[in-house]
């Protein structure tokens, strides 16, 4: 079943059933896109029709935010997407595909990221990794990228023959990104966009103790540590709710 909020699609799955739909992503012999809707990114998308359309051709949108699931009243679930990112890499750790970690935009970023994941999933193949073209939104929503850069990535990204790709640019930019460049990736089984995932990984941000994050406090944690953030932090604190209340046509449930 699905759920909409504020006009975008998202998939009411378990943890556990949403690794099992993954499962089957890679069994098969076609293309799918992860994304992992929060707050902040459905209160872009209210603004940016582009991006709601591209979230909406998901093959699987995962709620990533507390808030979306206190204002469903628990009925979905939220799963944090590094999280997430990291229930897939345990899965393929069994099998035999490979990965391909893009973004970030900092090389070492990147790298400690890829020797972090070896760390924790010792037989996962991590084809190769590169910290992506400059990537940026125009004040339509057009997303402009480095051509020269990307035609060298996209051509990186096949050489490696990689199943699954990770994409970091930052929510907005990655999904783009994806929906604009997949079928140039003929090999890629999954492309999914992880946000701030790499920093997390590789150790370059601390995450929230998990209390706070069990109780959806997370913003708080990151207000503190990067009170630059306050704008993204209010737009997913205090628009999206606002937007959710207001807009309430847009919030139904779809079987």
Known sequence: MFKYFLGVRLDDLTRHMASKKVISFLDENFQYKIYTPNPEMLVKAHSDKDFKEILNKADLN???????????????????????????CKLIEKRNEKVFLLGSGDLKVVKRTALNLIKVFPNL?????HEGP???EKE???LEVEEVVNSLVLERINRSQADVLF????????????DRYLKDLPN???AMGVGGAFNFISGEVERAPEIMRSFGLEWLWRLKKDPKRWKRIYNAVIVFPYLYITQFNDNYDKN
């Open 167 to 178: 994409v970091a640019f930052g929510h907005g930019k990655q999904e783009k990104w994806i």
């Open 125 to 129: 193949t991590i084809s190769d990794f």
């Open 134 to 136: 400059q990537v940026s």
């Open 62 to 88: 995962i709620c990533d935010g507390k808030g979306i699931s206190i204002c469903s009243l628990g009925t979905i679930q939220s799963i944090q997407g590094v999280d997430f990112m990291l229930d897939i």
């Open 188 to 190: 890629i089984k999954i």
């Open 140 to 142: 339509d929503g057009n």
